[in-house]
Nanobody, 118 residues
Framework: QVQLVESGGGLVQAGGSLRLSCAAS????????MGWYRQAPGKQRDLVAT???????NYADSVKGRFFISRDNARNTVYLQMNSLKPEDTAVYYC????????????WGQGTQVTVSS
């Protein structure tokens, strides 16, 4: 079993920064993709950024140049540095750990609220 614990959300003014962390525990296969998704009220859950175990990254267009994803494989932890935050970044942010279908699928964290005031 895998557990993901997120931290770092909160309330920030527009233009500010926040750093999210997500620590994974349990049986962690070395080859995996970790990522962040977000869901605003009344909207679907959307990809924010992902990073593979060999540090290949992918970003949603809306966050490119403002958000930066990184990981510490020794700690099974993924980070999301969010800069120049905008009110439209307000959402619940979810951590995801994906092993692929052949190795058990993916897992989600409980979510952390990020609120950006104008």
């Amino acid at each position: 079993q895998v557990q993901l614990v997120e931290s770092g959300g909160g309330l920030v003014q527009a233009g500010g920064s926040l750093r999210l962390s997500c620590a994974a525990s349990g049986t962690i296969f070395r080859q995996n993709t970790m990522g962040w998704y977000r869901q605003a009220p009344g909207k679907q859950r959307d990809l924010v950024a992902t990073i593979t175990s060999n540090n290949r990254v992918n970003y949603a267009d809306s966050v490119k140049g403002r958000f930066f994803i990184s990981r510490d494989n020794a700690r099974n932890t993924v980070y999301l540095q969010m800069n120049s935050l905008k009110p439209e970044d307000t959402a619940v942010y979810y951590c995801n750990l994906d092993f692929g279908i052949s190795y058990g699928g993916d897992y989600w964290g409980q979510g952390t609220q990020v609120t950006v005031s104008s």
